[in-house]
């Protein structure tokens, strides 16, 4: 049961549909909750780091489960942990929707990540064994991708509508029908497949992931307010997390994150890639956001119809992205979205573009193309290549770097936004306060360009073969030694 069974083109595009309509819930809650963070402000008395708690609470539960996520469903079968998930994130929607305080919002935000962990990556993994030939995963990599221009394009303008229109609350609705569907969907046509041979639990590495994400975070978002004294021993409890992480998991025949996958250049890059392009995600949404609103004092509605110059392109260049991936590989795509997120970035640094509507538009604009260039490189890389019975674990690596890169955005970002204001009047200083987290994104789309360039050529090409050939080696003997 390790490999799907042979489908019709028909029911393999049907499957392509409701795994996207899990990534369509989970990227459109989040481009919507920016939309509405100066109204949750407002609504539950939040300070600046509250604000990033309500997104870095999500990401970061999210990122500590989806190794989780994966292997298991690897394990047990995806179907069953694909369902799982859209019950649960459906479930913590529902809650979030009736939080009465911050508190709880933040708690709830954390259910619907045990949900969402199980979505993503799981829905990746169903693609990639459904579409066994190359380029047609990567074109059903690109569609996947436009998913999220799709999100970003419909997330704001639904999001202001409902906050202008109901409730900051209305956001967590729209998921509701959307997960029922899509439950419905999956229980009646997608078969389940699992991993050939059945990895073990990793209880140690598991936690050691979530230690170093969360105590990372808090160190980040709490440093501004708490200072060096509360916030170093998070740091200091981050890196032991991490050492303990390097020395741990190459001693166990099967362990939660296989270090093996990073000795493929193209792997290792893609993992750079996706924490330095979502970082730029994550603080790009987060300045605007607050800028639009706080500062130039538009409605959120009016704010999303902003947002449009960076989700048009997004969703249309994803598709593109998945075609050029395909059909000439990801170094094209990877160059091109690295010098437009930089390009953007630096528009904002130097020329403070969000002072004049012309500026505004074209650095939305360069970002939203640099960012519906990235998404399917980093994708296919990840998968391609790769073991399929480790699908799953490949998948959860690509998207646990997306999720830390936008966790850390926000937070790197949000506590550089907060220690330039400080106590200062809030609209007079934005935009100077918010100069140094522009080139932190800036340096974002940098990495992007120069990673992508280093990890696709022929050379990195040859340590992903050689590295896919030692991990087929070693399922090999373990399943003989079974």
């Known amino acids: 049961m390790g490999r799907m069974p042979e489908l019709s083109e028909r029911r393999r595009r049907l499957v392509l549909a409701i795994c996207c309509m899990s990534l369509l819930i989970v990227s459109l809650d989040t481009t919507a909750l920016n939309v509405a963070l100066?109204?949750?402000?407002?609504?539950?008395?939040?300070?600046?780091?509250?604000?990033q708690w309500t997104i870095d609470a999500y990401t970061v539960v999210l990122a500590g489960l989806l190794m989780l996520a994966g292997s298991t469903a690897d394990r047990i079968g995806r179907k069953k942990v694909f369902m799982a998930g859209l019950v649960i994130f459906s479930l913590g929607s529902l809650l979030c929707s009736l939080a009465p305080n911050l508190d709880l919002l933040v708690v709830f935000r954390m259910v619907q990540a045990v949900g969402g962990s199980m979505l993503n990556p799981v829905a990746m993994s169903i693609i990639t064994n459904t579409f066994t030939d190359p380029r047609e995963r990567a074109r059903a990599i690109g569609v996947w991708g436009a998913?999220?221009?799709i999100s970003m394009a419909l997330g704001p303008l639904v999001g202001g509508l409902l906050v202008e229109a109901v409730d900051w609350r209305a956001i967590f609705w729209v998921n509701l029908p959307v997960g029922l569907a899509a439950l419905l969907l999956t229980l009646r046509h997608?078969?389940?497949s699992r991993a050939a041979t059945a990895r073990r639990p990793d209880p140690v590495g598991q936690v050691l992931v979530i230690v170093l994400f969360g105590s990372l975070t808090y160190a980040i978002i709490e440093a501004p307010t708490a200072g060096l004294a509360r916030s170093g021993p998070f740091a200091g409890l981050a890196l032991a997390a991490l050492l303990a992480l390097l020395w741990y998991e190459p001693r166990r025949d099967e362990p939660l994150i296989d270090l093996r996958f990073f000795r493929s250049?193209?792997?290792?890059?893609?993992?750079?890639?996706a924490?330095?392009?979502f970082a730029a995600l994550g603080g790009f949404l987060f300045l605007s956001t607050l800028y639009l609103q706080n500062v130039r004092g538009l409605d959120a509605l009016r704010a999303g119809l902003w947002m449009l110059p960076m989700a048009v392109p997004t969703f249309l260049c994803a598709p593109l992205s998945g075609r050029l991936v395909g059909s000439r590989g990801p170094r094209l795509p990877l160059l091109v979205a690295g010098v437009t997120m930089t390009s953007s970035a630096v528009l904002f640094a130097v020329f403070e573009a969000?002072?004049?509507?012309?500026?505004?538009?074209?650095?939305?604009?360069?970002?939203?193309?640099?960012?519906?260039?990235?998404n399917a490189p980093i994708t296919n890389t990840a998968v391609s290549g790769m073991p399929r019975g480790q699908a799953g674990v490949a998948a959860a690596v690509a998207s646990t770097s997306r999720q830390l890169g936008q966790t850390l955005g926000v937070a790197v970002?949000?506590?550089?936004?907060a220690a330039g204001i400080g106590a200062s009047a809030?609209?007079?200083?934005?935009?100077?306060?918010?100069?140094?987290?522009?080139?932190?994104?800036?340096a974002c789309g940098a990495a992007v360009l120069l990673v992508g360039f280093a990890s696709s050529g022929r050379w990195a090409r040859r340590t992903a073969e050689r590295a896919a050939e030692r991990l087929e080696a070693g399922e090999i003997r373990e399943a003989v030694r079974r």
Do not use: C, K, Q
């Open 38 to 51: 100066p109204a949750m402000e407002r609504d539950l008395h939040a300070t600046t780091s509250g604000l």
């Open 147 to 149: 998913v999220v221009g």
């Open 190 to 192: 997608v078969p389940e």
């Open 265 to 273: 250049v193209p792997f290792s890059g893609a993992t750079v890639i």
């Open 275 to 277: 924490i330095s392009a």
């Open 354 to 374: 969000e002072t004049s509507d012309v500026t505004l538009f074209l650095g939305y604009l360069l970002f939203g193309i640099g960012f519906g260039f990235v």
């Open 413 to 417: 970002v949000g506590a550089v936004l």
């Open 426 to 442: 809030y609209e007079e200083r934005f935009v100077s306060a918010a100069t140094p987290g522009w080139w932190i994104l800036a």
